[in-house]
């Protein structure tokens, strides 16, 4: 299994930034994207953003298109997710996750999950 740990949440206020990262190990290669996630106190874990381990495609979210960017770090097993012009209704605890099979941008098709990072964004 592909085993994930993120770092790098915390408390910022609005239209601050935070970088997330995601440290994976373990069988990566049979995970081509990578993506991230978040939920919300009392809402459904949402797709955020997903990239491909090759080719570095990225996909978005709507609303978080133009603020946020997913990279990564081929070499170092490492995604990433720069967060600009944070709003509080970015608060939530975002989970890393490898793609397993089919579409990209539904939680029910990515295998391993992180134990996510909480996300607080105050006005």
Same mark, same amino acid.
């Given at each position: ?15 601050? &930034? ?29 797709? !955020? ?24 770090? &081929? ?17 939530? !605890? ?30």
């Amino acid at each position: 299994q592909v085993q994930l740990v993120e770092s790098g949440g915390g408390l910022v206020q609005a239209g601050g &930034s935070l970088r997330l990262s995601c440290a994976a190990s373990g069988r990566t290669f049979n995970s081509a994207f990578m993506g991230w996630f978040r939920q919300a106190p009392g809402q459904e874990r949402e797709f !955020v953003a997903v990239i491909s381990w090759g080719g570095g495609n990225t996909y978005y979210a709507d609303s978080v298109k133009g603020r946020f960017t997913i990279s990564r770090d &081929s070499a170092k097993n490492t995604v990433y997710l720069q967060m600009n012009s944070l709003k509080p209704e970015d608060t939530a !605890v975002y989970y890393c996750a490898a793609h397993s099979h089919g579409t990209i941008y539904e939680r029910e098709n990515f295998g391993s999950w992180g134990q996510g990072t909480q996300v607080t964004v105050s006005s």
